[in-house]
DNA sequence: GGCATTATTTCATTGCCCGAAAAAATGGAT
DNA sequence: ATCCATTTTTTCGGGCAATGAAATAATGCC
């Protein structure tokens, strides 16, 4: 049942449409909030009258020298950057990044902590990211005052409330619970969110001809992950995980580092690429980390021709493909981004990637759909926690915060 | 971005929700839909008031002879059957289904119409359906004269604006336009849904127990379907229509109706156990209907033990199964319905179909999905669409009639 | 300095919801 | 038969947020 409709319930829609729209385009003047939130002048200066007085909002004082017009010029409200701050924290699987964040989404400072392949063994995931949390509060104590949320970008299998993963590549990472762990030592929200639905949000946002698109972006590289994202709900704001690097590719097949055999990982990630041009078993045990060096030697060996290089990508796109496939049954994206280490491979893949992909009912009917690659995939990862954890804050709390116009008024 | 909220929007909502509260759980006293809503007992008198006055809602007038209790007795109110009728649309294989609905969800009349595999070929699918919908009509004048929606069945992959489809096992049904056609004829929408999807939202309904949990409903049969349902959005209503029958089993493997090799269904669907029980090769062309005694008689020889049918049933549970498995990666329904006549053959097929799925990461730490069967596929389908499309009519339609208390009051 | 132009605020009005109190409709008790 | 307790439904006064129209503010241009 949804919810009911009363003047707390529309202040709250409407305070969260203005916040939305300044989140998504930046400082804007409050006609331009008007004509984007379809509020009229009056509603919109009551509101950011009443935002600024709760100090969510300031106007921005910007002589802009550029095209002078006529009239009473714009002045643009923006976000109040010492409102709150949020930590974001990306955790690979060799390195963690820590940022600080202000309200209005500048970075405030960051850390990066190299995460050797014991380091969580050493010492427990909450533990140690304390540390690097206190680090930042220590050079930064405004904004350590006002922090507000915690997020976290992940890899792994999410148990079902979402507080810690029950397999991760990362070592030694599965089995802690984060989100009490780290909301109990900081009492704020702490939330887990999966590597590859950030990606394919930040994707998304990179490429403006994609705003209206469903993609689905997959990351291949140490692992094979994809995410799902597209504008409306269902499958944008509130789209589950997806285990795509585990589903099963060829039944009994390869040996994943999940421990399961077939999965599309054990096919299409690097270790088992590396395995394949090596005429390795593929029962064998997946080697824990390759270098960056040693995969692009190999892509290097399979544009150059080689034999079982050539095979190793062709199997890779094989495997990605047919995952692709199986996927348009369910939910076709109009939109396919590849991305990491494995999008420089692409071109090896092509091939053998479209024809399994083509090789499906919904494909020949509706079309196949198009595919992209990216090369950077950091920045996306990043900008897509901000946005998800900053647009989160806007709409649970500051959009519910009460009015004070008539307090203020007496 | 989101619509706004004003005092327009705050009225559709919650009349909205009175309306939802009445369609799923029939009638009820003012005081009991005040408590289902959340609105207060003065709204609810408001609302109340205002929708009979319109003629969308009436008292009932029953003199319960069960439990009286003091005071003052409540008078319940539910929909007025006469403001609006729906013509519902069940076409299957062999026969189409057209019933004329009262607003009040009451059947009015029923006919039955027997499609022969030429039936399409020799009059186009509008044009022999406008000739049950007229001969409806003319049985029932009242009724037609409100007609407001038509909502139609259909099996098959819809275009991507919905209004025909691309495929469809249904002889000749393919390529032409329905919405259009149909909505030219009778100047109402036309809805095009697929019979997978209103299945779960059926099998969701029928079973209670299954009221907030996350169905993946698969039907066994002449063909195999999947519809995906959950209490949310996302996934419930705006669900993609799934094509799981049609989802890759084996690269190039046994060769399905719809032309591809290897689909779930070229492996599960009535025709290819046939085909699998008496050695036919897997590339041979599908029978075109299996009749139900063959399939039952076949059911009974695997129960008794014969190897070819029994190594038939387990090919097609084996073939759900890795469908099922592949489907978790992406989304992890907590109960899977199986519905139609394969159903039946369960026992069968259930060793192999729950290994399969059990051979995934997702389920190995997230735990298996709950697996049931549904013996009848009929009732849910039709009351899937009656819920669908009077819902739909009272979302889009009356919630946001304008009021008349004004204006009585004048 | 006055006018045209654009941005923002003020003001009176409207619509819908809500809590509290009143009214309505019964069964049971005296 | 009458009064009382109980439950449902309606009425009434108030509040809040949005709105359109009009007023006010801040410039550029002539």
Redesign the interface.
């Known amino acids: 049942?949804?919810a009911?409709?009363?003047?707390d319930?529309?202040?709250r829609?409407?305070r969260?449409?203005v916040l939305?729209?300044l989140r998504t385009l930046g400082p804007q003047s409050r006609t331009q909030i008007a004509g984007?939130?379809?509020?009229s002048h009056a509603s919109i200066t009551a509101i950011t009258q009443d935002m600024s007085a709760q100090e969510v909002l300031v106007e921005l004082e910007e002589t802009r020298a550029d095209f002078k017009t006529r009239g009473r010029p714009a002045t643009r409200v923006g976000f109040a950057r010492a409102l709150a701050s949020v930590v974001l924290v990306e955790i690979e699987v060799a390195r963690a990044r820590l940022s600080l964040v202000g309200y209005d989404a500048t970075l405030v400072d960051r850390i990066e902590m190299p995460l050797p392949p014991r380091a969580f063994q050493e010492t427990a995931p909450p533990a140690l990211l304390e540390q690097g949390i206190r680090r930042l509060f220590d050079r930064n104590q405004r904004e350590a005052a006002r922090m507000r949320r915690i997020a976290i970008s992940v890899q792994g299998?999410l148990?079902?409330a979402g507080h810690s993963l029950?397999?991760s590549p990362v070592p030694h990472l599965a089995g802690h619970d984060l989100v009490n762990g780290l909301g109990s030592r900081f009492d704020v929200p702490v939330e887990l969110t999966k590597r590859g639905r950030l990606l394919a949000e930040g994707a998304r946002w990179l490429d403006p001809s994609l705003k209206d698109a469903e993609v689905a972006t997959v990351f291949v590289g140490a692992t094979v992950a994809m995410g799902l994202s597209a504008s409306?709900?269902?499958?944008g704001r509130?789209?589950?995980a997806?285990?795509?690097g585990?589903?099963?590719h060829v039944?009994g097949g390869a040996l994943?580092r999940?421990?399961?055999?077939g999965?599309i990982e054990a096919y299409a990630a690097d270790y088992a690429i590396l395995r394949a041009a090596y005429s390795v078993p593929e029962k064998a045990t997946p080697a824990p980390a390759v270098p960056a060096a040693e995969f692009d030697a190999l892509i290097a060996r399979g544009q150059a021709g080689d034999r079982a290089a050539v095979h190793a990508f062709n199997q890779a796109g094989r495997a990605i493909g047919?995952g692709l496939?199986?996927?348009?049954?369910?939910?076709?994206p109009s939109h396919v981004v590849i991305v990491g280490p494995g999008a420089r491979a692409y071109p090896l893949m092509r091939l053998e990637l479209e024809a399994?992909l083509g090789?499906?009912?919904?494909a020949?009917?509706?079309g196949m759909p198009q595919i992209r690659t990216l090369k950077d995939e950091g920045e996306p990862i990043f900008h897509g926690l901000v946005l998800q954890t900053l647009g989160a804050l806007d709409r649970e709390e500051i959009a519910g915060m009460p009015g004070v116009r008539g307090a203020a008024a007496g």
């Open positions: 049942m949804r009911i409709g009363d003047s319930s529309m202040r829609q409407n969260a449409l939305e729209a984007l939130t379809g509020l299998i148990d079902a029950t397999w409306g709900p269902g499958f509130d789209a589950r997806t285990e795509f585990h589903m099963n039944p994943c999940c421990g399961m055999q999965c047919y496939n199986r996927l348009t049954a369910l939910f076709r399994a090789n499906s009912l919904v020949r009917h509706s």
